[in-house]
């Protein structure tokens, strides 16, 4: 396990206990990431509002530690499986868009998300024939919309 992101979890564990948080960072690896399970009694704090301070946490981690990391690794905040069941969520989002989209022929535009919610949906959605995925919109009201192809 590389020091940086044993250095993170330090980092994490320490902020918790100063903030008098009941939560503990510990780490488990993936092929390319190193992910930073976080729990305890105030892990429902970090699935609030669809995680926003689940990836607040997670983007401090990143912009204090991941210069360390190789290249291709990072690191990630998971509290409770959270992520994976998010991932789902979207993909179930992206299935119910295309088929919306398929039946009226209407776009389709999602609430706002970020950048890593909107790939998600975008790579869902790739292999679609007839849909086309984009993103519009500014900063933090970015969204994604789901329509037909144009016929050429």
């Known amino acids: 396990m590389p020091e940086a992101a044993e250095r993170a979890r330090e980092f994490l564990n320490e902020l918790f206990s100063l903030g008098k948080m009941d939560l503990k960072a510990e780490i488990s690896d993936s092929p390319n990431s190193h992910v930073l399970n976080l729990e305890g009694a105030d892990a429902s704090l ?22 360390e990391l190789p290249h291709e690794q990072h690191l990630v905040c998971d509290v409770e499986g959270f992520r994976a069941v998010r991932e789902t969520e979207l993909r179930a989002m ?14 389709f535009l999602f609430g706002p998300m970020s950048a890593k919610e909107r790939r998600v949906i975008h790579v869902s959605l ?8 984009e ?16 016929s050429v």
Not at 53 to 65: K, P
Not at 128 to 133: D, G, P, Q, S, W
Not at 135 to 150: C, D, F, H, I, T
């Open 126 to 133: 790739a292999e679609e024939e007839n849909l086309v995925t």
């Open 46 to 67: 970090l699935r609030m509002e669809g995680g926003e301070l689940l990836d607040a946490v997670e983007h401090l981690v990143n912009q204090a530690f991941s210069s």
């Open 94 to 107: 992206a299935r119910h868009a295309a088929s919306r989209v398929l039946s009226t022929g209407a776009p």
């Open 135 to 150: 993103s519009v919109g500014e900063g933090n009201e970015r969204r994604l919309k789901v329509s037909l192809k144009k």
